[in-house]
């Protein structure tokens, strides 16, 4: 079985200000890794994936997050984040089984 | 729009009514996924299908609720003499099965309140 904990429920930064959404998790089998982030009243959508390979995945919008096996960790970061990042951050595994297991989230208010 | 829908997006109900709703997915996927959201918990999963076959469930999933594919497209969700504690919104996810990773898609919900 698979878990996940997200340390930080709620996480207020300043515009241009970096940020980390922390993520742990805890799995006997091998994983792959996402972050997905519903925006208020919309649906999750998947920000960026560990599968395999290179343990930097970065996304399309600034985001990036870094596999560490020994620490079974997959953190989020983002070196300056704007008004339009507020949201909610989901980690997520997958692993032996074709469920997402999904920790409580993390929401990022980002303020002017 | 392509992606997954559900309907209706907002049910009320009061106390031992039975509800229904509906997932249509992105066309062609033949995974289709049930996960459940409570307020302040991520995702958790339900049940998922492949085509037509119900292939897991989780047990969260109590006999009063049952989902259904019936033609391997959409899927329904049916909770009966509901409770206050179904209050959720219920999440459907879609993929395409197939290689070493499927990407779910996820439709926007349907907010469940149960008086």
């Known amino acids: 079985a698979q878990s996940v904990t997200q340390l930080d429920s709620q996480v207020p930064v300043f515009e241009e200000a970096p940020v980390e959404l922390r993520c742990n998790y805890s799995s006997s089998v091998s994983v792959y890794l996402f972050w997905y982030v519903q925006y208020p009243n919309q649906g999750l959508q998947l920000l960026l994936k560990y599968l395999s390979g290179s343990t930097l995945v970065e996304s399309i919008n600034g985001f990036e997050a870094e596999f560490n096996k020994s620490q079974t960790s997959f953190h989020l970061r983002k070196p300056s984040v704007h008004i339009s990042d507020t949201a909610e951050y989901f980690c997520?595994?997958?692993?032996?089984?074709?469920?997402?297991?999904f920790g409580k989230g993390t929401k990022l208010t980002v303020n002017p | 729009d392509t992606g997954v829908s559900q309907d209706p997006r907002h049910k009320i109900t009061k106390r031992g009514q039975n509800v229904t709703f509906r997932c249509d997915p992105i066309?062609?996927?033949?995974?289709l996924y049930w996960y459940r959201q409570t307020l302040g918990q991520g995702p958790e999963f339900l049940t998922y299908?492949?085509?037509?076959?119900?292939?897991?469930k989780s047990r969260l999933l109590s006999d009063r609720f049952s989902a259904e594919r019936p033609k391997g497209s959409f899927s329904t969700l049916e909770i009966q003499r509901t409770e206050q504690g179904d209050s959720a919104m219920y999440l459907c996810?879609?993929?395409?099965?197939?290689?070493?990773?499927?990407?779910?898609?996820f439709g926007p919900g349907t907010r469940l309140t149960v008086l």
């Open positions: 066309s062609e996927h033949n995974r």
């Open positions: 996810a879609s993929t395409l099965a197939g290689g070493s990773y499927n990407e779910q898609f």
């Open positions: 997520a595994v997958k692993g032996g089984s074709e469920k997402l297991v």
């Open positions: 299908f492949q085509n037509e076959a119900q292939l897991e």
